[in-house]
């Protein structure tokens, strides 16, 4: 499991025009969900995106998370993290989970998230929904967490 975390100022996912999600200062998370991801994985990457220490503290060093400043996060499913470039010009996403299982690690991903936070409530895209997401990238600040690769997390 991947998410692409960004510190954001702002962002809005919308889907056909209409705003499924909106939050001001905090993180938007891109998420991708790999074969053969678990339960296990998904609690354990939201509880890193929720203690990623990247918000700026009274000194302006990167030394708090998003917890800790109680701001908000938007989570947006993204298959094309896992895209695959290493032969020819088009993409294979073979390595992304089949719908079924991302969605409900997708949900189960959301969920831990909003634990983590208190029970704030995690702002969302529409899984399988062609999106808009529009943020302001606050630095830029962008950090790529995973879950289980080849057996060590990061």
């Given at each position: 499991?991947?998410?692409?975390?960004?510190?954001?100022?702002?962002?809005?996912?919308?889907?056909?025009?209409?705003?499924?999600?909106?939050?001001?200062?905090?993180?938007?998370?891109?998420?991708?969900?790999?074969?053969?991801?678990?339960?296990?994985?998904?609690?354990?990457?939201?509880?890193?995106?929720?203690?990623?220490?990247?918000?700026?503290?009274?000194?302006?060093?990167?030394?708090?998370?998003?917890?800790?400043?109680?701001?908000?996060?938007?989570?947006?499913?993204?298959?094309?993290?896992?895209?695959?470039?290493?032969?020819?010009?088009?993409?294979?996403?073979?390595?992304a989970a089949p719908?079924?299982?991302?969605?409900?690690?997708?949900?189960?991903?959301?969920?831990?998230?909003?634990?983590?936070?208190?029970?704030?409530?995690?702002?969302?895209?529409?899984?399988?929904?062609?999106?808009?997401?529009?943020?302001?990238?606050?630095?830029?600040?962008?950090?790529?967490?995973?879950?289980?690769?080849?057996?060590?997390?990061?």
């Open positions: 499991m991947r998410a692409l975390v960004q510190r954001v100022s702002r962002c809005t996912v919308s889907v056909k025009g209409e705003v499924t999600g909106s939050i001001g200062p905090g993180l938007l998370v891109l998420l991708g969900v790999r074969k053969g991801d678990t339960n296990a994985e998904a609690e354990y990457l939201a509880a890193r995106c929720a203690a990623l220490r990247i918000f700026p503290d009274a000194d302006g060093k990167m030394n708090l998370s998003v917890h800790d400043v109680g701001r908000e996060a938007l989570v947006v499913s993204q298959f094309t993290l896992y895209a695959d470039t290493r032969r020819g010009t088009r993409p294979s996403y073979s390595d719908a079924s299982d991302a969605e409900r690690l997708y949900d189960l991903f959301k969920t831990a998230l909003s634990r983590q936070l208190d029970g704030r409530t995690v702002q969302a895209g529409v899984f399988g929904a062609m999106m808009d997401v529009e943020l302001v990238n606050e630095g830029p600040v962008t950090v790529m967490l995973e879950s289980l690769v080849g057996g060590e997390r990061s």
